[in-house]
Structure formats: C-alpha cells, structure tokens
Nanobody, 126 residues
Framework: QLQLVESGGGLVQPGGSLRLSCAFSRFTLGYYTIGWFRQAPGKERAGVSCISSSGGSTNYADSVKGRFTISRDNAKNTVYLQMNSLKPEDTAKYYC???????????????????WGQGTQVTVSS
C-alpha cells in the first residue's frame, strides 16, 4: 500500500522559514501529481502547491505565490515544500497527497487526490 510521510513542521516566528518533506513509497504508476494541502482549525482543507511526476510543472495557491517553493528528488522519493516569509495565517496542519487523475491535472480538488499522509503541524507565532 502506498504510504506518504510528512515531516519538517514546527513552531516558527513570523518571517521565518521551514522546509516540509513528503517521503513516499516507489510508484509503479506512469504519472501522478503530488500536492501539498493545509487545514487550519475550523476551516476546510485547501491546496497550497502541487508538482508533476516529472517535476516539470508546478502550481501554487495565490496566497503562497512568491513565498513557497515545491520541488522533488526522485532519487529519494521525496517532495519538498520550502516555505519562506511565513505569516501567522500560514498556521495549519500540512498534508501531502497523490493524485492519479490525469498527467495534466494540477488542481487542488481534494476528491481528485487518492492517497494522503497523516500531516505535520506548522505554527507561525511570535
């Protein structure tokens, strides 16, 4: 069974940085998209960023453009989310997920993602 394991969350001051990691078991599928989502208390889970299986295509939510960068290391089966200039409103539990919907799917509809990790907490506070 496919497993996704997030790490790298923690407490950081506003303006600080964190790098999240999502380690996943080797895929046998031809294509897929890996996404990062976040969910704050009392709010719906929302997409943050996603990256294609080749790493050649990425997408970002407007709220994180210019601050967050998604990347992947296929040799390590790991996807990263570098988060800079963090704000208190970035506080949430962050999840990585895999979508097998289409090689051209780079959206943030949660129902299009088939596999989910357990999440890692990010808290931005002074």
């Amino acid at each position: 069974q496919l497993q996704l394991v997030e790490s790298g969350g923690g407490l950081v001051q506003p303006g600080g940085s964190l790098r999240l990691s999502c380690a996943f078991s080797r895929f046998t599928l031809g294509y897929y998209t890996i996404g990062w989502f976040r969910q704050a208390p009392g709010k719906e889970r929302a997409g943050v960023s996603c990256i294609s299986s080749s790493g050649g295509s990425t997408n970002y939510a407007d709220s994180v453009k210019g601050r967050f960068t998604i990347s992947r290391d296929n040799a390590k089966n790991t996807v990263y989310l570098q988060m800079n200039s963090l704000k208190p409103e970035d506080t949430a539990k962050y999840y990585c997920a895999v979508s097998t919907a289409s090689p051209m799917y780079f959206g943030f509809e949660t129902h299009e993602y088939d596999y989910w990790g357990q999440g890692t907490q990010v808290t931005v506070s002074s």
